[in-house]
């Protein structure tokens, strides 16, 4: 990967992220790739043990790793406690930047009602709906719908295509990525004489500061109360928030995981992808869940998760299958021989 063409020396890094230099301080790079393929004008990384055997190898110009790797190391690196962190910071250097212009695009509906701060930037095709706010330096890009009662905090960006459908509060600097929907109706459902009725969702959808929400993730807005997303989260894309969620700051959620309605789930907990939570259940803080878990009862202690089968070869999956089903009669039998019978 190539950023833009600002470059930055080992010495000026250093000294902007609080690292230490091994090497030739007035190395340049001016953009990062991968161990394998980055070029002496770039910068890497090494955290993942599993790729030490490149560092011998690689052709970056600075590589950004711990102390401990660093021994023996000829090239230029940068000494870093945690170094996906320290490269996460420096590479963001290198991300093209995109400043919207500040002003309505000819092409935008705005209702009359609707309040827009003049230093935010309405692209073009975008509908703003009856009493919605739109703060300072927001970014509203293009084809955009933001309903009724709605607001974007200040520094937010709807990148394209999102809609926020009704009564969604977005705090400060925000990110929701194409697709993304937000205030849709939660799946609440009555039978009434063998034909489902719709029961109203009159709550809203409000999302902290600094939370990033990705590509195609839909949240539902509150039954009666809101669904809260709280500060500092991370969504992926094509996750499933259903009504009067509660997710807690600091969390992480990976792409395909579906979220029943009513459940809460505490702060810094980490949701791996196509975890399924079940609904009215909490998740206390600090929880790890592993990959294809279902979540089907509260967890209260923190740690670690797991409840997915591993990929085996058919046969054998299929052996294991026939043996589940003879789970119960066979502890029928342990307990009866136990009691001594027959």
Same mark, same amino acid.
Request: aromatic share 4%; with cysteine; proline share 4%.
């Given at each position: 990967?190539?950023?833009?063409?600002?470059?930055?020396?080992?010495?000026? !890094?250093?000294?902007?992220?609080?690292?230490?230099?091994?090497?030739?301080?007035?190395?340049?790079?001016?953009?990062?790739?991968?161990?394998?393929?980055?070029?002496?004008?770039?910068?890497?990384?090494?955290?993942?043990?599993?790729?030490?055997?490149?560092?011998?190898? +690689?052709?970056?110009?600075?590589?950004?790793?711990?102390?401990?790797?660093?021994? $023996?190391?000829?090239?230029?690196?940068?000494?870093?406690?945690?170094?996906?962190?320290?490269?996460?910071?420096?590479?963001?250097?290198?991300?093209?930047?995109?400043? #919207?212009?500040?002003?309505?695009?000819?092409?935008?509906?705005?209702?009359?009602?609707? *309040?827009?701060?003049?230093?935010?930037?309405?692209?073009?095709?975008?509908?703003?709906?009856?009493?919605?706010?739109?703060?300072? $330096?927001?970014? /509203?890009?293009?084809?955009?719908?933001?309903?009724?009662?709605?607001?974007?905090?200040?520094?937010?960006? !709807?990148?394209?295509?999102?809609?926020?459908?009704?009564?969604?509060?977005?705090?400060?600097?925000?990110? !929701?990525?194409?697709?993304?929907?937000?205030?849709?109706?939660?799946?609440?459902?009555?039978?009434?004489?063998?034909?489902?009725?719709?029961?109203? *969702?009159?709550?809203?959808?409000?999302?902290?500061?600094?939370?990033?929400?990705?590509?195609?993730?839909?949240?539902?807005?509150?039954?009666?109360?809101?669904?809260? /997303?709280?500060?500092?989260?991370?969504?992926?894309?094509?996750? *499933?928030?259903?009504?009067?969620?509660?997710?807690? #700051?600091?969390?992480?959620?990976? $792409?395909?995981?579906?979220?029943?309605?009513?459940?809460?789930? @505490?702060?810094?907990?980490?949701?791996?992808?196509?975890?399924?939570?079940?609904?009215?259940?909490?998740?206390?803080?600090?929880?790890?869940?592993?990959?294809?878990?279902?979540?089907?009862?509260?967890?209260?202690?923190? @740690?670690?998760?797991? #409840? $997915?089968?591993?990929? *085996?070869? +058919?046969?054998?999956?299929?052996?294991?299958?026939?043996?589940?089903?003879?789970?119960?009669?066979?502890?029928?039998?342990?307990?009866?021989?136990?009691?001594?019978?027959?």
């Amino acid at each position: 990967m190539t950023g833009t063409e600002t470059r930055h020396t080992a010495a000026a !890094l250093a000294e902007r992220f609080g690292l230490a230099v091994h090497g030739a301080p007035d190395t340049t790079v001016s953009g990062v790739g991968t161990l394998a393929g980055a070029t002496e004008d770039q910068l890497s990384f090494l955290s993942n043990p599993r790729y030490r055997a490149q560092l011998s190898t +690689t052709r970056a110009g600075i590589v950004v790793l711990r102390e401990a790797d660093a021994a $023996g190391y000829a090239g230029t690196a940068l000494i870093a406690r945690d170094p996906y962190v320290a490269y996460a910071k420096i590479a963001a250097l290198f991300e093209p930047a995109s400043d #919207a212009p500040a002003g309505v695009h000819g092409s935008a509906v705005i209702d009359p009602t609707a *309040q827009i701060d003049p230093t935010a930037s309405i692209g073009p095709l975008v509908s703003i709906g009856a009493r919605s706010v739109v703060g300072a $330096g927001a970014s /509203i890009g293009p084809g955009c719908v933001v309903g009724e009662d709605c607001v974007v905090g200040e520094g937010s960006r !709807l990148i394209a295509r999102v809609t926020l459908v009704t009564r969604v509060r977005l705090g400060r600097r925000v990110t !929701l990525h194409p697709g993304a929907v937000l205030g849709a109706a939660g799946f609440g459902l009555a039978m009434d004489a063998g034909q489902w009725i719709n029961v109203p *969702q009159l709550g809203g959808v409000v999302v902290g500061d600094d939370s990033d929400i990705g590509a195609n993730t839909t949240i539902d807005r509150g039954a009666l109360d809101d669904t809260v /997303i709280e500060e500092d989260v991370r969504l992926d894309n094509l996750i *499933q928030v259903g009504h009067n969620v509660r997710i807690g #700051a600091h969390t992480a959620v990976a $792409g395909c995981v579906g979220i029943a309605g009513s459940t809460k789930i @505490g702060r810094y907990c980490l949701l791996a992808g196509k975890v399924g939570v079940a609904g009215h259940l909490e998740i206390c803080d600090r929880v790890v869940v592993h990959a294809m878990t279902m979540v089907s009862a509260s967890i209260t202690e923190p @740690g670690e998760y797991s #409840a $997915g089968i591993p990929a *085996q070869p +058919t046969r054998e999956w299929r052996k294991n299958a026939v043996r589940i089903r003879q789970l119960d009669s066979l502890a029928r039998r342990v307990t009866a021989l136990g009691k001594g019978e027959t």
